[in-house]
T-cell receptor, first 115, second 111 residues
């Protein structure tokens, strides 16, 4: 597709449930990022994939959060035993060029609400 | 101290005004600095990036980095209502693996 695609755009769930958020990056982009943005805050880094492997997962807040990118394209962010504090917009971004240009192409995000 | 600090505003200006947006950062080793713009309910999009110190100009936008004071700025000349958005400063971390974002400054330009 033309841009980064994220599904679902909105997800409402109950505390304790399991959630999966999907990201389809721009074709050919080898780097993929997940960020979380709470209301009134900037995006907060979660995890960075280069190809299929997680090159930096230092931003994952705890072991309830996990992400995969098995074929080096689509990625899924998985959240177990959701808590109300997990409510946020989860942004996915992809990049093709060198790291120092910093040009990440973001999707519109998946808005997660945990009741 | 947070790695990147940004005043969230909001900032309201009339059309045609010059706007100054600023961030400070804590680590003198940072080298790559960016400004992203985010419209409501959209993902951020890159406006400008700068390496090390100095100025960079692109149309009505000028990005400035002062490494001696660890201060980065974005200037918007002749502001337009279409510039109304949240502006996020971002810095590439030392490992080169992630961008660290400021909180964002919400700008409103009235016609």
């Amino acid at each position: 597709g033309a841009g980064v695609s994220q599904t679902p755009s909105n997800k409402v769930t109950e505390k304790g449930k399991y959630v999966e958020l999907r990201c389809d990056p721009i074709s050919g982009h080898t780097a993929l990022y997940w960020y979380r943005q709470s209301l009134g805050q900037g995006p907060e880094f979660l995890i960075y994939f280069q190809g299929t492997g997680a090159a930096d997962d230092s931003g994952l807040p705890n072991d309830r959060f996990f992400a995969v990118r098995p074929e080096g394209s689509v990625s899924t962010l998985k959240i177990q035993r959701t808590e109300r504090g997990d409510s946020a917009v989860y942004l996915c971004a992809s990049r093709h060029g060198p790291q120092d240009t910093g040009e990440l192409f973001f999707g519109e995000g998946s808005r997660l609400t945990v009741l | 101290q947070k790695e990147v600090e940004q005043d969230p505003g909001p900032l309201s200006v009339p059309e045609g005004a010059i706007v100054s947006l600023n961030c400070t950062y804590s680590n003198s080793a940072f080298q790559y600095f960016m400004w992203y713009r985010q419209y409501s309910r959209k993902g951020p999009e890159l406006l400008m990036y700068t390496y090390s110190s100095g100025n960079k100009e692109d149309g009505r936008f000028t990005a400035q980095v002062d490494k001696s004071s660890k201060y980065i700025s974005l200037f918007i000349r002749d502001s337009q209502p279409s510039d109304s958005a949240t502006y996020l400063c971002a810095i590439l971390n030392q490992a080169g693996t992630a961008l660290i974002f400021g909180k964002g400054t919400t700008l409103s330009v009235s016609s």
